[in-house]
């Protein structure tokens, strides 16, 4: 074998070795250059035109991009510098390449495939995809990728966002800095909307979805709360709450009330009824409605919430004291969406 035949087969050799090693970072598109910019034009060229609203950028789209994340090798792999990788790049911690800001970890399953087979931080950017699957096109993404999971809310911020050296914190743009170009932020999760336009990104607040069985989690096995919500006519939101538990003497007790909702959160006025009896025997007049003290109720989310409870002085000199604990949703209402929008 001559001096020409071993190069050649190490030549092979090594380039065989640099595709089994770029493999695990290869998705339909590697690269910026690989296929983004069909459309968005080469990533150093000047004067920059957003495709999503048309805002002229007067930037190239590095040097748009340099006032978001300081460091170059958060989009570039070592000595790259002039190569763009979609989900590798050289910074110790931003080293997602483009997905840290245009893609979400919380997106990444175990089952979809780009065009290689890559499943390196697959799914991440299904949101993306969506986008482009809509305003572009069927087809434009999901004929190489497949088994994309259905988006997070638009609240969840992708990787890079917050972190040392990014200017961005914020997916809902609560600060402003998502918008530096153009009227919207990012899209993140490609329902259409962005921002306080999407519902994600809007305050929480207590809606007639949140009704039904609520309890505490295993540590107050037991007892726990039937809560009604209704829109009244009024304009007001309507929250009713029954709490079965026990007194101070282990006998079963329920404090029950009505209170209006203010955003978020509510306070009950609870009492606890007393004095009539089963059946044929029931006179509505015999009910004494003793007054407990309040509870206030605060949820932040659909799923999760946090009560409150302070006893009047009265319930208080019978042993109830004040207590607190957070909430989990244990029974919805079928066919009740949550939320659900004040008409």
Same mark, same amino acid.
């Given at each position: ?10 030549? +092979?050799?090594?380039?065989?070795? &640099? ?14 250059? #690989? #296929? ?15 495709k ?12 748009? +991009?340099?006032?978001?994340? $300081? ?20 910074d $110790? ?29 697959? #799914?991440?950017?299904? %949101? ?18 497949? #088994?994309?999971?259905?988006p997070?809310? @638009? !609240?969840?911020?992708? /990787? ?6 990014? !200017? ?47 309890w ?7 007892? %726990?709360? &039937?809560? *009604? ?16 538990t026990? *007194? ?25 009824? @007393?004095?009539?009896?089963w ?16 509870g206030? /109720?605060? /949820? ?13 002085? !009265? ?8 207590l @607190? ?19």
């Amino acid at each position: 074998m001559n001096l020409r035949q071993r190069q050649s087969i190490i030549t +092979h050799t090594l380039f065989a070795l &640099l595709l089994l090693t770029f493999s695990g970072i290869a998705s339909a598109y590697s690269e910026y250059s #690989g #296929g983004c910019d069909n459309c968005h034009g080469d990533f150093t060229a000047n004067n920059y035109i957003s495709k999503t609203d048309q805002t002229p950028w007067n930037a190239s789209l590095m040097d748009g +991009h340099s006032s978001f994340v $300081s460091s170059c090798n958060a989009c570039h792999k070592s000595g790259s510098f002039g190569s763009v990788y979609l989900n590798v790049s050289a910074d $110790s911690t931003l080293n997602k390449g483009c997905v840290g800001c245009h893609g979400r970890d919380a997106d990444v399953n175990a089952s979809c495939v780009g065009g290689s087979g890559d499943q390196v931080q697959c #799914g991440s950017g299904a %949101g993306l995809r969506t986008v482009h699957e809509t305003n572009v096109g069927a087809g434009t993404c999901s004929g190489c990728h497949s #088994g994309d999971p259905a988006p997070v809310g @638009e !609240q969840n911020n992708p /990787f890079y966002y917050g972190k040392s050296g990014v !200017q961005t914190a914020n997916a809902c743009n609560a600060d402003g800095t998502e918008s530096r170009y153009g009227i919207y932020g990012l899209d993140n999760d490609g329902d259409g909307l962005a921002d306080a336009d999407d519902s994600d990104c809007q305050a929480f607040e207590i809606n007639p979805g949140l009704s039904g069985s609520w309890w505490g989690g295993p540590s107050r096995d037991g007892e %726990g709360f &039937l809560i *009604d919500v209704a829109y009244a006519v009024t304009e007001q939101t309507i929250i009713v709450v029954s709490f079965y538990t026990y *007194d101070t003497m282990g006998n079963q007790v329920w404090l029950i009330g009505p209170g209006v909702a203010n955003g978020d959160t509510a306070t009950i006025n609870f009492e606890i009824p @007393e004095g009539a009896k089963w059946g044929a025997a029931f006179v509505p007049s015999d009910v004494n409605r003793v007054p407990w003290g309040t509870g206030t /109720f605060t /949820f932040t989310s659909c799923e999760a919430g946090h009560v409150a409870f302070t006893p009047n002085a !009265q319930m208080q000199a019978m042993g109830f004291t004040n207590l @607190e604990y957070d909430l989990n949703r244990d029974i919805l209402i079928y066919g009740i969406p949550c939320p659900i929008q004040n008409p």
